[in-house]
């Protein structure tokens, strides 16, 4: 929508600093129209959209309350800012979000001043936050500015939040964290008397005679102490924030967060505060949009729709997604494998395990978005003998890391892990491209690591890793494969065993792993080489590899992961340590982060497309091309 739309107040509104420049009376009505801009918009281009709906009201209060940009507001995750980024100059470029070019899925320091941390995944506000505040304490007056942590859409449910509230609790520091509860997951107590409670306790009054009552009641201990516990209790049986003021924050809340006059003055009123401030706002995710608010899960972000019906319009896709053939799998394999159970990190629906959870209620675990506790809670499972399967996305499992490694890999537990949108994913960018779990994982004792070419090795993978008595991964990309139906049947698989495609007699061979695979079978035939589906990234199949390279005179390695220390390295580590020196062209993501875009576009930047993988290999036989026996040591 453009200038003209029939939008007067939001199109007059290219900064926040117009926007304080409104009368507060004409804010209800900018939220109504900032709502109608963002459903037309979403709309058409698909996007992250409920969790925006809810924070409209939130989004006014803050930018009309501080001094952004000079004042920091940090988001997180980013799922909620669709009105920050409208507000903040991007309005006639949002319908662009996510595409090749446009606006970033998230908030993204490079794209605006107002974006003031990158963010992608969930619960690093806080942390980033009390950093900001520290620093312009640091910096003295010159520097002095308010910074406001908005945390919410699940992320309070992360380790990482609750330890940068408790570092935060013990500093004097001027920092406010504000809780956007879009589920009511802590409180449902919302309404008049609560906003009459948030305005009251945050106001100069009470803080006043707080502040004033503790001064008198220190010197006095038994009285201070009956006042301090008083105070606790009463505010307990009122208000649910007594775990945050045990933390070291004045709890406020909570407060209606569509109400913006209570948002204006409970948000004026902690402006003027020192010292760490807890704001509880409750919100409802969706707002406004009838079929989003009754079911914010499906809305959460859906692909273009009709704002009128609420249909959503969604692709007619060739067959299953290899999210669709796991969650398949895992019905399938929990019916003759009573130990099996999954885990997700608040990844249900994308990780396909909602069929799952209806079938095996009592083995299915949904721990939040909390993948460290989800690796090490395989991990103790698996310590009783149960066989735990772990769905998450590559990208996500970064955060298991050091879990992975200690309390999985190096007791040899079963854990399998399902790695989901390994490779590159597209639309959401940087943050969320798997590029890097091959690398990462392969420098770990004891894991066995496959990537199947399509979607009935991928349920066979699965099967092999659940089998095995040690860890093991199975990585597979986001979407549909190249269309080979699984089987029904379930049988393992020979662990590290390469399978060779094509037996070519030109002196090439190229060792694919996982689904580029399919790309190269073109320019095999072309070019009479060789083509081996690798299957195992760890063990390497050294049997195959060596004779191979004893057999060829130029290799070529293809992986959807990042060329530094992944499947390709595997492979040149073993031919040095035989001494052996074939021409190697090693094809993979390149050493930069790749932004957004569709994943198609993403796979022809990174040289990965099945064009640029047949040029490629073309390029690199004209140059080093070799009769049979000529080989280059």
Known sequence: MRDGDGLPLLNAIASPIDLRQLPAGQLPALAKELREFLINTVSQRGGHFAAGLGTVELTLALHYVFNTPHDRLVWDVGHQAYPHKVLTGRRDQLHTIKDKGGLAPFPSRSESPYDTF???????????ALGMAIASQLQGPAHNRRTVAIIGDGAMSAGLAFEALNHAGSLDVDLLVVLNDNDMSISENVGALSNYFARVLS????????????????RIPSAWELARRSEEHVKGMVLPGTMFEEMGFNYIGPVDGHDLDALLATLSNLKARRGPQFLHVVTQKGKGYAPAEADPIRWHGPGPFDPASGVIHKEIASG??????FGTWACDMAQIEPRLVAITPAMREGSGLIEFEKRFPDRYF???????????????????????????????????????????????????????????VGGDGATHQGAFDLSFLRCIPQLTIMAPADENECRQMLYTAVKLDAPAV?????????????????????????????????????????????????????????????RFVKPLDETVVLQIASGHSSLVTVEENVLAGGAGSGVLELLQQHGMHPAVLQLGLP???IEHGSRSENLREAGLDSDSISAAIRSFWANHGKPIGALAR
């Open 118 to 128: 990158g963010v992608g995944h969930s619960s690093t506000s806080i942390s980033a």
């Open 203 to 218: 106001g100069r009054l009470y803080s006043g005679l707080r502040e004033g009552s503790k001064r008198v009641l220190r």
């Open 320 to 325: 299953p997604t290899y999210s669709q053939v």
């Open 366 to 424: 949904d721990v939040a978005i909390a993948e460290q506790h989800a690796v090490t809670f395989a991990a103790g499972l698996a310590c009783e003998g149960l066989r735990p399967v772990v769905a998450i996305y590559s990208s996500f499992l970064q955060r298991g890391y050091d879990q992975l490694i200690h309390d999985v890999a190096l007791q040899n537990l079963p854990v399998t892990f399902a790695v989901d949108r390994a490779g590159l």
């Open 474 to 534: 199975v990585r597979y990309p986001r979407g549909t494969g190249p269309g080979v139906a699984p089987v029904a049947q379930m049988e393992s698989l020979p662990v590290g065993q390469a399978l060779i495609r094509r037996t070519g007699h030109s002196g090439l061979a190229i060792l694919a792993f996982g689904t580029p695979l399919n790309d190269c079978v073109a320019v095999a035939e072309e070019l009479d080489a060789t083509l081996v589906n690798m």
């Open 591 to 593: 050493d930069y982060f």
